[in-house]
């Protein structure tokens, strides 16, 4: 199997496949990873379709030296944040508040499903409150199950300030989670 | 509560710290009631976002999806050669119609005149348009919020 990186070099001389191969391999991550980023499953479908074609575009531009996915999780990251300040333009609000879609009660566990599905909805709420920053952290971190490592490599910070962008990121969603139950 | 604390915090309930790192962790914990306070309100946190998981799209979303990005960039290909004849028919069709227009002795002055207005009131809206929305993007102030 071709590394991710040998595929944009192949995108790079034009190769379709090589682009619909590295599409089949981060589809699902991509569209997650723009779903925790801007709150909404539609324009997260968008934005990561968008990101494929701007890989396919932008690939002349790609350093081979450097790993693919902090390369392409700034490429999400740039057009969830252009994608959200246009919204917000659109709407006079940065995310729809009143989607509470996006996020699911998991429901391995039947008996407490009622009970969950009043929690996540609180706390879909309270995520969709937080600023960027702290929504990237928090989804990095409690929803794509990422190390302190992978995250620091990811975004190109220290691990010392992984942990501390994720203790006001934590101690901010709690205190929505408090608000919003009041 | 000292810098380092809150980020051993965060590792500490995320199973990141070092054995050392933990059993220090551990005795400042142990004498520092504030800090339990905010441990237990990480764990609450991570226990709720364990309740939680993205919304999935429906399978023949999946399917369709490369199909859909190939389109995508099949149009942006047409959209770009599109854009390049129609500069180019244009600009020719402009150079023709006003070296036709200014050259000719026969044609009219008021119809010069009228020409040059018509071009040149529209090159200085479209100035005053890109100035006016140059200026308010400079000056808003909610620009760089993203919440």
Redesign the interface.
Known sequence: METDVALVMSIKTGN?KA??EL??RH??SA??MA??LVGN?DDA?DIS?EA??RV?RSAGTYDESQPFRPWFYTIIANLS?TW??KR?RRENR?VDVDDV??????ERDPE?VTI?RE??AR??QALL????ADREI?TL???RGM??DEIADLLGIPK?TV??R???A??K??ML?RLNDA | MRKNNRELLAGYVDGELTEQERRDFEVELAGNPELRSELAEFERLKEVTGMAKYADLPDEVWESYWQSIYRKLERGIGWILFSIGAIVLLGFGLYEGLSGLYLDPAQPLWLKVGVTAFGGGLVFLLVSYARERLFAYKRDRYKEVTK
């Not at chain 1, 879609?101 to 998991?106: A, F």
């Not at chain 1, 409150?129 to 960027?132: I, N, Y």
């Open positions: 379709k682009l619909g599409v089949e589809k699902k569209y997650r779903l925790g499953r479908h379709q494929f074609i396919y944040r959200l300040r917000s940065m879609s996006y996020l699911l009660v998991d407490k969950h929690t996540v706390l879909n409150q937080l600023s960027f928090i971190q409690h929803f190390s302190y010392g942990m501390s994720l203790y006001y934590r101690k969603l709690a989670m």
